[in-house]
């Protein structure tokens, strides 16, 4: 997947700044492990203590997709490394997200979030007493955390998960895709009421949001993968064929003006990514293929009218036309990305500060990008603070990073760059 030359392009851009791509993976896998996880959930987004708090808080919409992304990053990472300490985070990420798939006590019900009930919690959402009654746990899921729990699903199944881990993931995934089927395609809650944003069904799809049509695809071709039960598979070539989602889902990426503020939701385009990565590695008809590959090439190169995400420089759109649409033209770009993906994207001035004298190195926090053309998208470290760089949008103009925020992020989207980019082939061992 990578030539000599884009080999040299790798160490003169690592070479570049105060830490190359492997070792920025380090302080952000260290920072991840430090304050970001319980019991391999990922959390979201670290409150600091304020006058009216004297305890760290995090804010918790998106614990289970950022945990399946973390499980399918962790199963890459033990893919190319073998290295125990590897192998025993996945088998963490795997635990959590079961606690996440049964702690609401209703077969199949995901939750966002779960929290010890004897620790402080000033999260905002819906939250509710666990059966056991030592959680509480964040309702309203949405197909969002079920495209990225599918994600890391299949990815552990694949490559890292043992014998146990994979009954315990078959389990998992058959009891959530079963509580859609029997609610008519809805996310139901625990209080019988359909969650906001859990929408599968014919009308739906076919009316207002064709990229549910591929996330549903997603599901059930996941679950037949790790089930291998023969009715998985045949809901999947019904609704992939017979109520043609498959079809419906090549126009599932909105081609809209991305330079016009909040025209493209770039959140979706990360769920889409998601679910492209397992669907162009499970699926091997090559009809329901041309369609997924058609579905991702639009999305990558765009329309006359306006760019796909190519301009981006976005390494995971980046590694994934490498691999499966055999264009490499955008990896250059997207290995710039990971090289000057700055750390006070996620981080205060003392937080870098701290790791800087721990990891040993120093941090300029000027830009190391060239200046963008106008009409062109920001490069990553021209942008302003994230909780994913991935989600915000990277036309939209930069903010000073320099001030301090009452809010801290984790690196869970640089990691799945450098993974995703490590396991294909794209970036070589530094």
Known sequence: M?????????????????????????????????????????????KLPTPTRDFIDYNMPDNAYMTGIRLGTLSMKYAVTGAPEDRAAVSEAISALHLLCTVSGVPGLLARAVWPKDRPLADDGIWRDSACGRYRWRGDVSSDQVDGVMFGFSLAHALAADDAEKALIAADAAAMTDHILGNNLRIVDADGKATRWGNYTPAYVRRLERMNALLW????????????????????RQYAV?????????????????????????????????AYENLLRLETDPAL????????????????????????????????????????????????????F??????????????????????????????????????????AKSWSAWVMDPYAPGEDRSVDAPIEYNGHDYLLGYWLGRYYGCIPAD
């Not at 080999?7 to 070792?23: E, W």
């Open 242 to 274: 017979d109520e043609g989602y498959a079809e419906l889902s090549v126009m599932a990426r909105l081609l809209l003006n991305p330079t016009r503020p909040g025209a493209v939701n770039h959140s979706d385009d990360v769920l889409l990514f998601l």
């Open 2 to 46: 990578i030539n000599a030359g884009m080999a040299i392009l790798v160490m003169v851009a690592a070479a570049g700044g105060g830490l190359s791509l492997s070792k920025k993976e380090a302080v952000f896998e260290h920072d991840m492990r430090a304050r970001f996880l319980l019991d391999g959930q990922a959390l979201c987004k670290l």
């Open 342 to 383: 700055p750390l006070d994207m996620k981080w205060n001035r003392n937080t870098i500060a701290a790791y800087a004298r721990q990891f040993g190195f120093t941090c300029d926090p000027a830009p190391q990008s060239p200046e963008p053309e106008e009409g062109r998208p920001l490069p990553v470290d021209r942008r």
């Open 217 to 236: 695809l997603q599901a059930l071709k996941v679950t037949h993968q790790v089930t291998g039960e023969d009715r998985f598979h045949a809901l999947y």
């Open 289 to 340: 293929r041309e369609h997924y590959l058609a579905g991702f090439r639009r999305m990558w190169a765009g329309s006359d009218k306006f760019p796909g995400v190519k301009p981006e420089a976005n390494p995971i759109y980046a590694f994934l036309a490498a691999k499966y649409l055999d264009d490499d033209s955008g990896v250059a770009g997207a290995i710039d990305t990971l090289q000057w």
